[in-house]
């Protein structure tokens, strides 16, 4: 079991940054794949980046493709989520998850933090 806390979501204006942490819980974290999914208003959770066990292999939706950077420690048992050059449409709630599998496939994931709130303002 693997329980995951999403942290520094907020407020930002177009064109600012933010840094997502998720902290898991456990001693198993880098048995486990991490990614990044977000959810807006009214639209499906889609996927965000995903990372492999060991950091080396990442991989990103082309929507957040050379803005958003996804990393890990492992001694730390923490997953970040860098997002430069926001926009609104970066607007959602941001998950993040744990799995066996390296995948954008939301189905990889067995275990999902409860998700923090980003706002990009125009």
């Known amino acids: 079991q693997v329980q995951l806390v999403e942290s520094g979501g907020g407020l930002v204006q177009a064109g600012g940054s933010l840094r997502l942490s998720c902290a898991a819980s456990?001693?198993?974290?880098?048995?486990?794949?991490m990614g990044w999914f977000r959810q807006a208003p009214g639209k499906e959770r889609e996927f965000v980046a995903t990372i492999s066990h060991s950091g080396r292999n990442t991989y990103y939706a082309d929507s957040v493709k050379g803005r958003f950077t996804i990393s890990r420690d492992n001694a730390k048992n923490t997953v970040y989520l860098q997002m430069n050059s926001l926009k609104p449409e970066d607007t959602a709630v941001y998950y993040c998850a744990a799995g066996g599998s390296y995948s954008s496939g939301s189905s990889a994931y067995d275990y999902w933090g409860q998700g923090t709130q980003v706002t990009v303002s125009s």
């Open positions: 456990g001693r198993t974290f880098s048995r486990y794949v």
